[in-house]
T-cell receptor, first 114, second 116 residues
Framework: DADVTQTPRNRITKTGKRIMLECSQT?????MYWYRQDPGLGLRLIYY???????NKGEISDGYSVSRQAQAKFSLSLESAIPNQTALYFC?????????????FGPGTRLTVL | AQKVTQAQTEISVVEKEDVTLDCVYE???????LFWYKQPPSGELVFLIR????DEQNEISGRYSWNFQKSTSSFNFTITASQVVDSAVYFC?????????????WGAGTKLIIKP
């Protein structure tokens, strides 16, 4: 079984709809991250959380919100989806106390906003 | 500011050729970590290697090798005798111990195409 899972894997939605992407992990890691990937831009950090009570904005948080429901769960919401949020979204985890912050990624969610 | 540059957007070679993917980074930290990840056409991100700033030894793993040079702020990745299965997008990333709270700074990626 995968250590980091994301649901759904693919989603097509319409402009203005509310969308939630979910991430679960069984690695026991405290740190969790949400990234988006656009062609030619690499990965950009949306939000990150170092524990259940800690939420931080990343590079591109506008238009997104997150919820850390438990150590193992970190959800990303698009309150009112717009077409330029069409992208591949990745959840990642890393171990608290790790000096090098190696991150482990979920399989990705491909989101299309029409 | 911290930055990772992968100047090669796309590289195409014929199978069995050697190929080097370049990565140049900028950081003011003395303690930092560099990573390479592979993203095959299926889309997942696969960790390949981590290197810390205090270890400049080159690394070899099978057909893969990495050349870390602090003097030129580079962490280049070479695939020897490339195979079609090596076709993927490869990302270089930087983690700074102090300044960025261990966030990963990503390069834009290099798309590697290996032709049979």
């Amino acid at each position: 079984d995968a250590d980091v899972t994301q649901t759904p894997r693919n989603r097509i939605t319409k402009t203005g709809k509310r969308i939630m992407l979910e991430c679960s992990q069984t690695k026991g890691h405290d740190r969790m991250y949400w990234y988006r990937q656009d062609p030619g831009l690499g990965l950009r950090l949306i939000y990150y959380s170092f524990d259940v009570k800690d939420i931080n904005k990343g590079e591109i948080s506008d238009g997104y919100s997150v919820s850390r429901q438990a150590q193992a769960k970190f959800s990303l919401s698009l309150e009112s989806a717009i077409p330029n949020q069409t992208a591949l979204y990745f959840c990642a985890t890393s171990e608290l106390g790790s000096s090098y912050n190696e991150q482990f990624f979920g399989p990705g969610t491909r989101l299309t906003v029409l | 500011a911290q930055k990772v540059t992968q100047a090669q957007t796309e590289i195409s070679v014929v199978e069995k050729e050697d190929v080097t993917l370049d990565c140049v980074y900028e950081t003011r930290d003395t303690t930092y970590y560099l990573f390479w990840y592979k993203q095959p056409p299926s889309g997942e991100l696969v960790f390949l290697i981590r290197r810390n700033s205090f270890d400049e030894q080159n690394e070899i793993s099978g057909r893969y090798s990495w050349n870390f040079q602090k003097s030129t702020s580079s962490f280049n990745f070479t695939i020897t005798a490339s195979q079609v299965v090596d076709s993927a997008v490869y990302f270089c990333a930087l983690s700074e111990a102090l300044r960025s709270n261990y966030q990963l700074i990503w390069g834009a990626g290099t798309k590697l195409i290996i032709k049979p």
